[in-house]
């Protein structure tokens, strides 16, 4: 059975990697993530606002005047609430480096691209094997158009590209007004991959205070739709190799992202919630499933379900979208005879 797969020009023995995560922060975490088998192992984000704030040397002047602007100020982490400052990311990632084998994907996350090429640079320098480039962007600025921020985004991945040798991906949003055409320009742009796709934590209001509050809730299984619509949508079409994230928690979540088109399968809220050992029975479990069906490697069965396997992908659409509107014949209530 070969469960191997290549990723970012990384030939890997199976698509099964850690996402973004805390548990790159601990030694012993990481140890265990490479015994139980990960391909590959993903640092969480190092931000945009962090770089910013080192290179302004702005850290001492707005903890000096939080008080006076506590409603815009609050947002914002304090310099010791992120997990590792800029210089102590850097030597993570070269402890992670003497640690294990497996290649090490740093994280940047950030939309501007201030500050970024120079510290890719400094990321590679310490020895990451790869670099994901977390554009998370929720579009406020009713003044700036969709294509405006689309451009924004690949002259980021441009110059991040043109700074770097190591490969690099782009972790996108799914909010984009032409998600297939920004896909197809960051290819054209160089990038290495795309990772489908970041996951918005929406806020709320607590009602009593008056104050805004964030809530961290772990992906679950039906998440993992929108991200396999997307691969099927994008594989066959890019160059980029392609890696779904969020919603993956069983070995039946592995094989549709892969028959979608998934080369890579980024693991995080199964882990944290079952612990790095998780990852050995996925891999185990993916073996399994693909042998008991007669399924001789990933490559055959990767994309085997995208929509470039389609004669006429819109009309797929459609007819999808049309035949669940039209087969609804709703619950028990919709049938009781006193209900006109």
């Not at 990481?30 to 190092?46: K, W």
């Not at 310099?79 to 990632?93: G, R, T």
């Not at 998600?179 to 009593?208: C, K, M, T, W």
């Amino acid at each position: 059975m070969d469960l191997s797969t290549t990723y970012l020009g990384l030939a890997l023995p199976h698509p099964l990697i850690t996402g973004a995560s805390p548990l790159v922060d601990h030694l012993d975490l990481v140890r265990r993530l490479e015994d139980a088998g990960a391909a590959a192992i993903t640092m969480h984000s190092l931000f945009e606002e962090q770089l910013t704030m080192e290179a302004a040397a702005t850290w001492q002047a707005i903890d000096a005047h939080a008080h006076s602007h506590a409603e815009a100020v609050s947002y914002f982490p304090r310099h010791e609430d992120y997990a590792l400052a800029p210089d102590q990311y850097l030597e993570q990632i070269r402890r992670i480096k003497a640690t294990v084998a497996v290649p090490v994907i740093a994280s940047l996350n950030g939309i501007s691209g201030e500050g970024w090429t120079s510290y890719a640079r400094q990321i590679e320098q310490a020895g990451a094997d790869a670099l994901e480039l977390n554009m998370y962007l929720v579009a406020t600025n009713p003044l700036e158009s969709g294509g405006a921020i689309e451009r924004r985004l690949v002259e980021t991945a441009t110059a991040v590209r043109a700074s770097v040798a190591i490969p690099i991906a782009v972790k996108l949003s799914p909010y984009l007004s032409s998600l297939s055409h920004l896909a197809v320009s960051l290819d054209g742009a160089g990038v290495d991959g795309l990772v489908l796709f970041n996951r918005f934590y929406q806020p709320d209001i607590d009602i009593e205070t008056l104050e805004v509050v964030p809530r961290l809730r772990l992906s679950d299984p039906s998440e993992l739709l929108l991200r396999v619509r997307w691969l099927a949508i994008l594989s066959g079409r890019v160059r980029a190799s392609l890696a779904a994230t969020g919603g993956v928690h069983a070995v039946e979540d592995v094989v549709k992202a892969v028959m979608a088109g998934a080369h890579a399968v980024q693991l995080v809220s199964s882990l944290l919630t079952h612990g790095p050992e998780r990852l050995a029975v996925l891999r185990q479990g993916l073996a399994t499933w693909m042998e008991e069906r007669e399924y001789e490697s990933i490559g055959q069965m990767r994309g085997s379900m995208s929509l470039a396997r389609c004669p006429d992908p819109r009309a797929f659409e459609r007819g999808n979208y049309m035949r669940i509107l039209q087969t609804w014949r709703g619950g028990e209530w919709h049938h009781r005879p006193d209900i006109q």
